[in-house]
């Protein structure tokens, strides 16, 4: 069974700087290896539904970010370490939240999924805490 792991949350001062991991273990149901699904990374403030950060397809050459984030994260796939990486810039308070990171196995190779509903597993989460 697949299992994600995220890594990296923390606290941090506005327009400061976190690089969030998560990494991957095991296969999917159908026996698929890290390099063959897409990944993205969602987030969670208190009170508010979980919303899309990024996604990037398995082919690593194709990334989609929501537009609060956009020219501020990045995300990135390191597959020989069964790896995803979300490297957050410039931070505001409206960034805290628990982030989590997901694999979607049925993404087509050049598909970036931004709908929970396109993601079939899940990691735990992290916080992220921005302060003013």
């Known amino acids: 069974q697949l299992s994600l792991v995220e890594h990296g949350g923390g606290s941090v001062q506005a327009g400061g700087s976190l690089r969030l991991s998560c990494a991957a273990s095991?296969?999917?149901?159908?026996?698929?290896?890290?390099?063959?699904?897409?990944l993205g990374w969602f987030r969670q403030a208190p009170g508010k539904e979980r919303e899309f950060v990024a996604a990037?397809?398995?082919?690593?050459?194709?990334?989609y970010y929501a537009d609060s984030v956009k020219g501020r994260f990045t995300i990135s796939r390191y597959n020989a370490k069964n790896t995803t990486y979300l490297q957050m810039n410039s931070l505001k308070p409206e960034d805290t939240a628990v982030y989590y990171c997901?694999?979607?196995?049925?993404?087509?190779?050049?598909?970036?999924?931004?709908?929970?509903?396109?993601?079939?597993?899940w990691g735990q989460g992290t916080q992220v805490t921005v302060s003013s």
């Open positions: 095991g296969r999917t149901a159908s026996g698929r290896t890290f390099s063959s699904y897409a």
């Open positions: 997901a694999a979607a196995p049925r993404a087509g190779i050049f598909h970036t999924p931004s709908y929970e509903n396109e993601y079939d597993y």
């Open positions: 990037i397809s398995r082919s690593d050459g194709n990334t």
